[in-house]
């Protein structure tokens, strides 16, 4: 499990979520200015109906007969009201309210101006002289209605404009990182052996530094490779030539000395000269498994590699080999000559080490697991983790350099392989297997 994330879901998401959080904003001082501007427009309709109806009133009070006192102004037609007066003398007794007026809503006396209660907005004007006083009330509940279908009215295009820009966003960022997205597909589905530049001309100005970058790390990788591969060849040459001269001229002179006691001194000068020959070659492919050219740049069968390396040992220890091979073609890419060290190392070191008694067995899966079993004593758990070391060896009579299972588990270290040591081995009581996945790369 990881918590990396990529930079277009990084870049979609946040961008979306900062207009939106704008928007929100911009919304929010527009309900406030709007509220704002309401209240306004509410308290100068509050102000021009009393100014409109306190001359009527008036005039009507004044024209009544003597004692009228309480009237209660007709209405129309069934209808409700968001605002309602009441007309009162200085001492607040009541002379006139519209039909759906609450006194209880005013104050008990009345008063010019503006007022709050904790239900309505109230304005009051007076006439003859401050003896006469109407009060217009609205409730506040009227307001907040009003505030609120104007807020909601600024949010609704928000339900259809965040999903379309979540869409827009995410199309322009993924259109603006194509070339870095394509830039990193040729990276990951090249061959781990293909060192060849990668192209970045196209890539956006903020990338191009990490496409040189790249491409001179490639380069010095390549040359440092080729470097290796040089001096691999031409350390081969320079010293499997003058030990085999020796040798060659060792066993001539075997061939004329007649002393029982000088041929057996040569001999062991002989057995020292084929012991080195082979160290030198153990080591030249130690350093080969180690120089990184274990990949190749395409894939190849691995199946008839196999079957001719063990056709090759067969004529060294006949009957000692059973081969198990898949019906099928098993492709990687595994370079053929790493594979071909690898298998000859792993088969030497079963047929060295293993019981003579018992064969050989080497096997291929058509998933392309290959093993390698023998016959033998069990090997300790703390030495088994041991052999893949160089000169390291079990406890064994056997000759050789300890250099076998190190090389084959170099070469499947740089090929990104795992290679299984196991004592005993799968399905028996003691023995040796080297496992591992060819067609895993």
Not at 22 to 45: I, K, P, R, Y
Not at 108 to 123: A, D, K, V
Not at 240 to 267: G, H, V, Y
Request: proline share 5%; glycine share 8%; aromatic share 4%.
């Amino acid at each position: 499990m990881t918590n990396k994330t990529s930079l277009q879901k990084s870049l979609g998401i946040g961008l979306t979520l900062g207009v939106t959080l704008l928007w929100l904003l911009g919304v929010t001082a527009s309900g406030l200015v709007a509220q704002h501007e309401m209240n306004e427009v509410f308290d100068s309709a509050l102000e021009e109906t009393a100014q409109r109806i306190l001359p009527l009133a008036v005039t009507d009070i004044l024209n009544r007969e003597n004692g009228a006192r309480n009237q209660r102004a007709p209405a129309l037609k069934d209808h409700d009201e968001y605002l309602t007066y009441l007309v009162r003398d200085r001492q607040g007794n009541l002379l006139l309210q519209s039909h759906d007026a609450d006194p209880r809503v005013f104050g008990p006396l009345p008063q010019e101006g503006f007022s709050n209660t904790s239900t309505h907005r109230i304005y009051g004007a007076s006439a003859v002289s401050e003896t006469i006083y109407l009060e217009v009330a609205e409730p506040l509940a009227h307001r907040r209605e009003a505030a609120l279908e104007a807020g909601l009215a600024l949010l609704m295009p928000l339900t259809f404009l965040i999903p379309v820009s979540l869409l827009g966003i995410w199309w322009i960022v993924r259109l603006s990182l194509r070339k870095v997205v394509d830039f990193q597909q040729s990276i990951e589905s090249r061959g781990a052996g293909d060192l060849s530049p990668v192209a970045g001309d196209q890539l956006p100005r903020e990338f191009e530094p990490i496409a040189l970058a790249v491409n001179r790390l490639l380069e010095r990788l390549h040359r440092a490779l080729e470097t290796e591969r040089s001096f691999t060849a031409n350390s081969a040459h320079e010293l499997r030539t003058p030990l085999a001269t020796a040798l060659a001229k060792i066993q001539r002179l075997k061939t004329r000395i007649q002393s029982d006691q000088l041929k057996a001194d040569i001999a062991d000068i002989e057995e020292s000269l084929r012991s080195l020959s082979v160290l030198s070659g153990k080591l030249l492919e130690l350093a080969k498994a180690e120089g990184g050219g274990a990949i190749s740049q395409s894939r190849h069968d691995l199946v008839p590699i196999l079957a001719m390396i063990v056709s090759d040992f067969e004529s060294q220890a006949p009957g000692r080999i059973t081969l198990t091979l898949p019906e099928s073609e098993v492709t990687s890419f595994l370079d053929p000559d790493a594979f071909a060290i690898l298998v000859r190392n792993l088969i030497e070191n079963a047929i060295k080490h293993g019981s003579r008694e018992q064969p050989v067995e080497v096997s291929m899966a058509a998933d392309g697991t290959l093993r390698v079993r023998n016959g033998g004593n069990l090997i300790p758990p703390d030495q088994l983790a041991l052999l893949r070391n160089r000169f390291a060896r079990s406890k064994t009579h056997a000759t050789g350099s300890g250099l076998g299972l190190a090389i084959a588990d170099a070469i499947a270290t740089g090929a990104g392989m795992t290679m299984h040591l196991r004592s005993p081995a799968t399905g028996r009581q003691d023995g040796f297997e080297a496992e591992l996945n060819v067609a895993c790369i």
